[in-house]
């Protein structure tokens, strides 16, 4: 129900554009976030969009270079990741509940929908 796609190998400064594609959900009763998991480290919730009433939010260390966003009409929701770093390296979700909570940055890390996960690799 949830299709994360977008990643690859890229160098530090460069970017990529996520999408998470919904499918059996609706972006008007599911908030939607990304979490991301590096080897060896814990997952993180980066950011997230909230169906209530479509407001944003940010892990701190990607404040100002990543951006989210929605399109209903296609129930996608974007990662617009720019400036990227090597610390970005990661395997990134995209992961669905209705308590818009538990999909951000500071959630439970627990949502009910996930999704398969896309590669992002950051060169130095």
């Known amino acids: 129900q949830l299709q994360a796609f977008g990643g690859g190998l890229v160098q530090a400064g460069g970017f990529l554009k996520l999408s998470c594609v919904v499918s059996?959900?609706?972006?008007?009763?599911?908030?939607i976030g990304w979490f991301r998991q590096a080897p060896g480290k814990e997952r993180e919730g980066i950011s997230c969009?909230?169906?209530?009433?479509?407001?944003?939010a940010y892990r701190d260390s990607v404040k100002g270079r990543f951006t989210i966003s929605r399109d209903k009409a296609k129930n996608t929701v974007f990662l617009q990741m720019n400036s990227l770093k090597p610390e970005d390296t990661a395997l990134y979700y995209c992961?669905?509940?209705?308590?818009?909570?538990?999909?951000?940055?500071?959630?439970?890390?627990?949502?009910?929908?996930w999704g398969q996960g896309t590669q992002v690799t950051v060169s130095s």
């Open positions: 969009i909230s169906h209530v009433d479509g407001s944003s």
């Open positions: 992961v669905a509940d209705q308590i818009p909570g538990v999909v951000s940055p500071q959630g439970t890390l627990n949502p009910i929908y």
């Open positions: 059996g959900l609706t972006l008007d009763e599911y908030s």
